[in-house]
DNA sequence: AAAATATGTAATGTATAATTTACATAAGTA
DNA sequence: TACTTATGTAAATTATACATTACATATTTT
């Protein structure tokens, strides 16, 4: 199931690369750009530190609501 | 590092078993068990599944403040 | 034009989330 | 007493999150 985020967004406002937001939160700028990109599927550690360095919350950045889940027969 | 969450107190304010919330969004009884334990690191989708089940969102069942984080070295 | 920066992506490898099977205990119930 | 229900946990396996290396393109900067 693909997973639609706002870390592109929250990460432009707050004048991050994508590899300074991976290194601040301990991954690599690949792994970043496939979780903005919404390929990979985060462990909710590695969300949260997301949320503290774009000074977010969890569901600011990664909430969707029910009805919107995509599943892969609708991709 | 532990992942404390709010799943045991609001599964059981949703009257409902481990199996129960376990088989609702299709994981096992034990892995229900050890994510309530705080021994596992769900991914996100997960997180998702298990807030829409007990009707809350994210941040009130998976939220941490950046200070209370418990790292492996304070185990 | 050349060099540096930012991002995308593919292939292979490693760490760990999650499964499966199984056994254990406590508490309620027939 | 036996039987069922709810939960904990351990060992072995499978699936997948994430790392590593590498190469690509577009844009900016010198």
Redo the contacts with the bound molecule.
């Keep these: 199931m693909k997973n639609h985020n706002k870390v592109k967004i929250f990460r432009i406002e707050s004048e991050l ?3 300074e937001l991976a290194s601040n939160v ?6 970043m ?5 919404g390929e ?4 909710i550690n ?1 969300c949260l530190k997301i949320c503290y360095q774009l000074n977010k919350t969890l569901d600011e950045i990664f909430w969707i609501d029910e009805g919107e889940i995509q599943h892969e027969t609708s991709k």
């Design positions: 690369t994508q590899k301990g991954v690599t700028r690949q792994t750009s496939l979780i903005e990109k990979y599927n985060p462990t590695l």
